[in-house]
T-cell receptor, first 115, second 113 residues
Framework: DQQVKQNSPSLSVQEGRISILNCDYTNSMFDYFLWYKKYPAEGPTFLISISSIKDKNEDGRFTVFLNKSAKHLSLHIVPSQPGDSAVYFCAASAPEAGNTGKLIFGQGTTLQVKP | GAGVSQSPSNKVTEKGKDVELRCDPISGHTALYWYRQRLGQGLEFLIYFQGNSAPDKSGLPSDRFSAERTGESVSTLTIQRTQQEDSAVYLC???????????FGPGTRLTVL
């Protein structure tokens, strides 16, 4: 059972435009969400996060929106740049017995920003 | 080093052989995680170490998989009697605490022929 889903395997946008990456989750106990970016042959790098007590978090060109009622979050990149081309993973965590804080990742969305 | 390092970067092995993957976390990070990513799939949690607590092994797919960590330093992931479905990129991450951001290594690409 996939608790975190990224239904779009790929997205292509023009440089300067907005990129919107979507993520849906099923576990209402998730209380912390993160986005990671991954370039080929490298490990994922942390991009931005949001706590479930917020509905928006902004960091420069990156904004994450959380809609708890819809169990949906999105990452907006404005303006998109060719260097943003990468695979983007959303991840979620929930307090569990033992509180290991393990992250559940989506399948990833490959973003291509065309010059 | 400044980041998480993993070795080897690539490993090709024959079905049935054992393999050992190594992870050097960021110095001072008490939490260490192993994930794997199979082709076309997301990151799959395998195991988690936090300080001297018992590890969370709930993600290990079978008893052929095991991992150890020496104190708050190096960790090794061992896969015994490898199968073709074990082929994946194995990623290690560390963080300064349970709630801390995970810093990932570059991964080890394992190919089982």
């Amino acid at each position: 059972d996939q608790q975190v889903k990224q239904n779009s395997p790929s997205l292509s946008v023009q440089e300067g435009r907005i990129s919107i990456l979507n993520c849906d989750y099923t576990n209402s106990m998730f209380d912390y969400f993160l986005w990671y970016k991954k370039y080929p042959a490298e490990g994922p790098t942390f991009l931005i996060s949001i706590s479930s007590i917020k509905d928006k978090n902004e960091d420069g060109r990156f904004t994450v929106f959380l809609n708890k009622s819809a169990k949906h979050l999105s990452l907006h990149i404005v303006p998109s740049q060719p260097g943003d081309s990468a695979v983007y993973f959303c991840a979620a965590s929930a307090p569990e017995a033992g509180n290991t804080g393990k992250l559940i990742f989506g399948q990833g969305t490959t973003l291509q920003v065309k010059p | 080093g400044a980041g998480v390092s993993q070795s080897p970067s690539n490993k090709v092995t024959e079905k049935g052989k054992d393999v050992e993957l190594r992870c050097d976390p960021i110095s001072g990070h008490t939490a260490l995680y192993w994930y794997r990513q199979r082709l076309g799939q997301g990151l799959e949690f395998l195991i988690y170490f936090q300080g001297n607590s018992a590890p969370d092994k709930s993600g290990l797919p079978s008893d052929r998989f095991s991992a150890e960590r020496t104190g708050e330093s190096v960790s090794t992931l061992t896969i015994q009697r490898t199968q073709q479905e074990d082929s994946a990129v194995y990623l290690c991450a560390s963080s300064s605490s349970i709630a801390g951001v995970r810093f990932f290594g570059p991964g080890t690409r394992l190919t089982v022929l």
